[in-house]
């Protein structure tokens, strides 16, 4: 099954570009690339996804490399509010459904 | 008012009690699921159904049952609660009509069984 592998914490200033990454080394043709971001006390949150190009949406960016084992969701200035645990996530969803692995994720913390 | 519901948000139980989540949503999503988070990790997923009448064990169904009573709602049972089942438990819903699913979560249900 196709899993990632995230950094357990990063930390950024208040206002300044940050950039989570994530490997999967292991993706097939059919997964795609979810990222969920989980707030303290709060259930997940999506922030975005992709398949093969790179897609914005007013919450952040999703470059993925070429050969998609791995990617990097861009928040492009941080806030206070998105001190959060970052979820990358692949999921099948032709195939294998029910096969939506959060792993542990990555805790961002913003400084002011 | 807050689109995916969960009920209770907290609940203290003892061992071998029967006992049951639900979830009830405003979305008009056909999917829904339940998971799992226990603490420093992320989530499992418990069960899907995919509609009122399709329901789909996940990677940890074992201890678990569900009932999926109308489109808005689905609830989780445990028959015989044990302390390894002392979890947050979240609800989701999704629309397959928008291709690929994003998913909505409900604010979680805080279970304890001592």
């Known amino acids: 099954d196709a899993k990632t592998t995230q950094p357990n914490s990063m930390e950024s200033n208040e206002e300044e570009p940050v950039h989570l990454p994530c490997n999967h080394s292991?993706?097939?043709?059919?997964?795609?690339i979810h990222w969920y971001r989980q707030l303290p006390s709060q259930g997940p949150e999506y922030v975005i996804h992709?398949?093969?190009s790179n897609v914005n949406n007013r919450m952040a960016s999703l470059a993925i490399a070429e050969d998609r084992k791995s990617s990097t969701l861009i928040l492009h200035r941080a806030t206070l509010r998105d001190a959060a645990v970052y979820y990358c996530i692949l999921r099948d969803e032709v195939y294998n459904f029910n096969k939506f692995y959060f792993g542990s994720g990555t805790k961002l913390n913003v400084k002011p | 008012d807050a689109d995916v519901t969960q009920t209770p948000r907290n609940r203290i139980t003892k061992t071998g009690k029967r006992i049951m989540l639900e979830c009830s949503q405003t979305?008009?999503?056909?999917?829904m699921y339940w998971y799992r988070q226990d603490p420093g990790l992320g989530l499992r997923l418990i069960y899907y159904s995919f509609d009122v009448k399709d329901i789909n064990k996940g990677e940890i169904s074992d201890g678990y049952s569900v009932s999926r009573q109308a489109q808005a709602k689905f609830s989780l049972s445990l028959e015989s609660a044990i302390p390894n089942q002392t979890a947050l438990y979240f609800c989701?819903?999704?629309?397959?009509?928008?291709?690929?699913?994003?998913?909505?979560f409900g604010p979680g249900t805080r279970l304890t069984v001592t």
């Open positions: 989701a819903t999704s629309d397959s009509s928008g291709g690929v699913y994003e998913q909505y």
């Open positions: 292991t993706i097939s043709g059919t997964d795609y």
């Open positions: 992709g398949l093969t």
């Open positions: 979305k008009g999503h056909d999917r």
